[in-house]
């Protein structure tokens, strides 16, 4: 039996922050709900609100007209709510059968585990639903995609009507994005309700049959699919946003970076980085496109000094520096955004202001001998602050406790506060919300202009797209091609795909 | 962020929100909650020891056979003896100038080797190595100590540096191999513990190290040329390294706050990843961390053989360097954390020989008591549970690394 789901008035309040502020929204049987809102805007906490996970201040939940408490994840899943979190609750070496059973353990004897009946269980369920899964598959052997298939199998095994996805394109390939949406499309026809929680715009108008947005803990407005990008975006954001990045064509100079069969061996023996080479010019930006996990993060990584190749030059102004370590590299005058910002772009511990210099506090500008010059870094941090519109409470308040947009923006303002030659930007907007996004690509854009070789990896095409001049794609360790950024976006997903533009045929999803 | 801006902010995630009210709550006196925690262990202690006191005291006990008769009795006697222990205890750490002298005196090593294992932690490493440390810079400012001849002044200054050079290389060594091989620190600086006891026990069986005419495992004293000079006003009378265990203290702040190299050490023990990404070199502060707490151990060491007790033996080095942990504990890594706990400790080790003088608890007490106060602070949310204090923060213990790393 469908259900239909009806929020009415819900708030949450963390002390003094109202996080959601009389939320009211109906989930018909059957439907696909998005939920659009920036990071922050207070999808998440609604979610944990009706997954049991967090206690409302005020309102209620209906389900078919019945109201309804949560006081753990276990009631919502008695009346039929399901949840697939962003971040997988899966068992790695486990596998998919003991994945989905965990928690409900099919027994042949009291006290016996009996993976036959899992495993039948599990086929059974993936034939109804038609997700293709691998009952004894290994859970960490699986790609991500098949993985996400999992989790929603998990929900599924509990009868769930209303399914609950969490931002789950963030993780996905642009191809697993497709067939996620197929999946959803056929769980819809089989009566499951979902709502679907992102920030992505085009994944919204693809799939949903109504759009509800929520800013800064409130509904703002419905809007049906059919509704543009643009209104979509100004919705989200409160203000008119520039999805485009204005960019006057490149003014392209000299080679500033030049990679010559660059090979990198990872410490298990495996060649992630397969005799790429490229050159990157002054005033142009250089888009890397590629599925995560094909050698960006390797390569990225060479350049900069933080792995040695195995082969190859890499020359910058024609000096070789493929020998150098990262403080050579960054006093060569690389500039590097890395992609895993909270691992290696800075210390959450570590105040606002320290981290606008924690690759510059040996310069004559924040050091005189052994000492720091607090005030020159406390008159820096205020003066970054501002240029960069970090919205901070303080200089003095930890990274960690400010948004993914603006620790971001503190990593960029770091970098840019150095004279570049060069700026590798690895996932430069993943988890950064619109308006962020939309300040990064203007500074990135205006570096360029200075006449500084930008280099961008990105998995997003939106971004690869916006951005660059020109763009390489990488699979399997090569760059299998490099293309204008006029190249239509099917043909760039089938060069991300492992097809070479010769040989089409090879196709392998 | 302000969380109430008007402007159209793309907010912050909910559970960061969560966290900037808090840093909020906490932004008027950051410091606040610790000390309160601090203070909530330490009367947790007290209580609990005053417990333990009663139960231990003769009379007392007598009187619980008839309690159910007289239970007002037991009151009153548990009062006593609680009521003459505890002033006992005050009273013989810091009752006179000649207890400020002898609690100061104890508290010196513990500040300096506590301060060592301090400087590890904030670079992510556990140190547990002090005790070895402290060991070998005994040995070596000992050696220099009654072999050498020297004039005054020099000899003294050679010991010392015998002292915090010879400790620095014993740390250095497992703070290289982390570096180099990723060998864990905590196995190898226990392995180097139980290396320098052996060194020193077979050292002190050498004829070199033997004092003539004696049959224990005793080494000479250390000539007067090479001993800390006494700082004697009135009735307090203590020596030399007490004063420079406190300008270590001063000395560790500096590099740790307001030096690049401590930023180097405080990034690194934060985040290396961050770190060797900003181009610092994780292996170099790994190092150069434990070459460091190595020497402050070594300082530690020259405070008993230069200062207090004048000759080796097997027991001159007790439990110094694994109380040094407990000491950095108590005092979250801080430097000026870490001076006050050196103090305490001190003053509870001095006042509990008092205690046990005058009000016949045993000295123990104090051992428990000190153990009582650094469980509670380890475990702050037990505390604010009991205490019933509401604010957040102080909640922070202090972390070395796991395994893994």
């Known amino acids: 039996m469908p259900v239909k789901l009806e929020i009415k008035g819900l708030t949450k309040k963390f002390g003094s922050f109202t996080a959601n502020d009389h939320i009211d929204l109906t989930i018909e049987p059957g439907e696909i709900h998005c939920l659009l809102g920036e990071n922050g805007a207070g999808k998440s906490t609604l979610m944990n609100m009706l997954y049991g996970l967090l206690d409302p201040t ?49 027994t042949s004897a009291p006290g016996v585990l009996s993976r036959t ?14 997700l293709q899964v691998d009952p004894s598959a290994l859970v960490e052997s ?13 929900a599924l095994s509990n009868e769930a009507k209303v399914l609950i ?30 709502i679907f929680i992102t920030h992505k715009l085009r994944e919204v108008r693809a799939v949903g049959d109504r759009i509800s947005v929520i800013r800064r803990g409130k509904v703002v407005g419905t809007a049906p699919p059919t509704a543009t990008e643009a209104e979509l975006a100004e919705m989200m954001v409160g203000r008119e946003v520039k999805l485009k990045v204005d960019k006057a064509p490149p003014k392209t100079g000299e080679v500033v970076l030049s990679v010559e069969g660059c090979t990198v061996v990872d410490p298990r023996g495996h060649q ?23 050698g960006q993060t390797e390569l990225i990584k060479a350049l900069l000094g933080l792995v040695r190749p195995d082969a190859g030059v890499i020359r910058l102004d024609g000096e070789d520096i493929s020998r150098h370590g990262p403080r050579e590299s960054l006093d060569d005058g690389i500039g590097y955004i890395p992609e895993d910002r909270s691992h290696d772009g800075y210390i959450g511990a570590f105040s606002v202001r320290e981290n606008l210099i924690l690759d510059l506090y040996r310069t004559d500008r924040f050091s005189r001998g052994p000492a720091l010059r607090l005030d020159d870094i406390a008159a820096n941090a205020d003066h970054r602050i501002v240029e960069f519109d970090i919205r901070t409470e303080s200089a003095s308040t930890p990274v960690s406790s400010l948004s993914g947009g603006n620790q971001q923006k503190v990593v960029v303002a770091r970098e840019f506060s150095r004279p570049l030659k060069v700026l590798v930007a690895s996932q430069p907007t993943r988890g950064v919300d619109v308006g962020s996004i939309e300040f990064i690509h203007k500074r990135i854009i205006s570096e360029r202009d200075k006449g500084t070789a930008v280099i961008i990896v990105s998995t997003e095409l939106d971004e690869i797209f916006a951005l660059s001049d020109r763009i390489a794609v990488m699979y399997d360790g090569r760059i299998v091609d490099t293309v204008s950024p006029d190249i239509r976006r099917e043909d760039i997903g089938l060069l991300m795909a492992g097809a070479t533009p010769d040989k089409p045929e090879e196709v392998t999803v | 962020m302000t ?3 008007p402007v159209p ?3 912050a995630e909910p559970e960061s929100v969560e966290r900037a009210a808090k840093a909020e709550l906490r932004h008027p006196a950051s410091w606040l909650p610790t000390v309160k925690v601090t203070a909530g262990a330490f009367l947790t202690a007290l209580v609990i020891g005053a417990v333990v006191i009663a139960l231990s005291d003769d009379d007392v006990i007598e009187s619980l056979k008839y ?6 009795d037991s009151f009153t006697r548990s009062w006593d003896a609680i009521w003459s222990s505890y002033s006992a205890l005050v009273k013989g750490a810091v009752g006179s100038s000649n207890a400020i002298a002898s609690t100061l005196d104890r508290s010196a090593p513990l500040i300096c080797a506590g301060l060592g294992v301090t400087l590890a932690f904030r670079a992510g490493l556990f140190n547990i190595g002090a005790q070895g440390q402290l060991i070998i810079g005994a040995l070596c400012a000992g050696y220099v100590g009654f072999t050498w001849n020297l004039p005054p002044f020099v000899h003294l200054v050679v010991a010392l540096v015998a002292g915090l050079a010879s400790g620095a290389l014993w740390g250095a060594i497992p703070g290289f191999l982390k570096a180099r091989t990723g060998a864990h620190e905590v196995i190898t600086t226990i392995m180097f513990n139980y290396l320098a006891a052996s060194v020193l026990i077979y050292a002190l069986s050498h004829d070199t190290f033997q004092r003539p005419g004696s049959d224990n495992a005793l080494s000479p004293k250390v000539d007067d040329s090479a001993a800390f000079p006494r700082l004697s006003i009135g009735g307090f009378d203590a020596h030399l390294g007490v004063l420079i265990a406190l300008l270590a203290g001063a000395a560790a702040w500096w590099l740790l706050e307001r030096s690049t190299w401590g930023f180097e050490l405080r990034a690194v023990g934060a985040n290396a990843h961050a770190s060797r990404t900003a181009g610092m070199s994780v292996a170099k502060v790994y190092t150069l961390a434990m070459l460091l707490a190595g020497m402050l151990a070594g300082l530690a060491a020259t405070m008993q053989v230069l200062g207090n007790q004048n000759s080796l033996s097997a027991t001159l080095p007790g439990s110094i360097g694994f109380d040094a942990i407990t000491v950095a504990l108590l005092g979250r890594a801080s430097p000026l954390g870490t001076v006050l706990a050196g103090l305490l400790f001190g003053a509870m080790s001095v006042g509990g020989v008092a205690m046990q003088a005058g009000a016949g608890t045993p000295k123990e007490l104090t051992d428990v008591l000190q153990a009582l106060i650094v469980l509670f602070v380890a475990a702050p949310a037990l505390v604010k549970g009991m205490l019933r204090i509401k604010e957040s923060g102080g909640g922070a213990t202090v972390m070395a690394k796991g395994w893994g790393s």
Do not use: C
């Open chain 2, 67 to 72: 309690f159910g008769t007289y239970p007002w």
């Open chain 1, 58 to 106: 005020e309102g209620e939940i209906l389900v078919d007209g019945e109201p309804v408490t949560f006081h753990s994840p276990s009631d919502a899943i008695a009346v039929g709510i399901g949840m697939v979190h962003q971040h997988f609750m899966l068992v790695p070496v486990f596998t998919v059968a003991e994945n989905v059973m965990l928690g409900r353990e099919q």
């Open chain 1, 165 to 194: 996805l969490d931002e789950p394109t963030a993780v996905l390939t642009p191809q697993e994005i497709d067939e996620l949406m197929d999946i959803m499309r056929s769980l819809k026809e089989l009566g499951t309700s979902i």
């Open chain 1, 272 to 294: 992630v980085v397969k005799d790429v080479s490229f050159e990157a010019r002054a005033g142009e930006v250089l888009g890397i496109a590629g599925v995560q996990g094909n």
């Open chain 2, 9 to 11: 902010t793309p907010g």
């Open chain 1, 142 to 154: 699986l790609p991500v995609g098949a993985q996400q298939r999992v989790e929603i199998l998990k």
């Open chain 1, 117 to 130: 009946k899992a495993s039948e269980f599990v086929h059974q369920l993936s034939e109804r639903y038609g």
């Open chain 2, 3 to 5: 969380l109430q801006a």
